[in-house]
């Protein structure tokens, strides 16, 4: 989930290539919803072993209500930290839901 801040706007998809997708998000380079609110931090994510698999927990994600959205974060990631530079290797990871 990208967000816009600690409790602001929140995005949940699915991606093949998290390190390139939030890349994106965080650069504006695509337009969209992400762009249009600022969701520029990665706050939680979940891996999945297949895109099928991946696809039907975005879904369960999306239908859920914004209060379990944020539980998901904060029982993760409490300080709604940036996870992006975790994943690409700049510092541990905390906070993040493998």
């Avoid at 380079?29 to 696809?55: H, N, P, Q, S």
């Avoid at 940036?82 to 905390?94: F, K, S």
């Amino acid at each position: 989930m990208m967000a816009s801040r600690r409790n602001g706007t929140l995005y949940a998809g699915v991606t093949s290539d998290l390190i390139r997708r939030v890349a994106q998000h965080r650069d504006g380079a695509v337009e969209g919803f992400t762009r249009r609110y600022g969701c520029k931090t990665l706050v939680w994510f979940d891996m999945a072993d297949t895109m099928d698999a991946a696809i039907g927990r975005e879904k369960q994600i999306k239908a859920g209500s914004r209060a379990r959205k944020i539980a998901l974060i904060e029982a993760a990631n409490p300080h709604w930290r940036d996870l992006y530079p975790a994943i690409v290797g700049q510092v541990g990871t905390d906070g993040a839901s493998a």
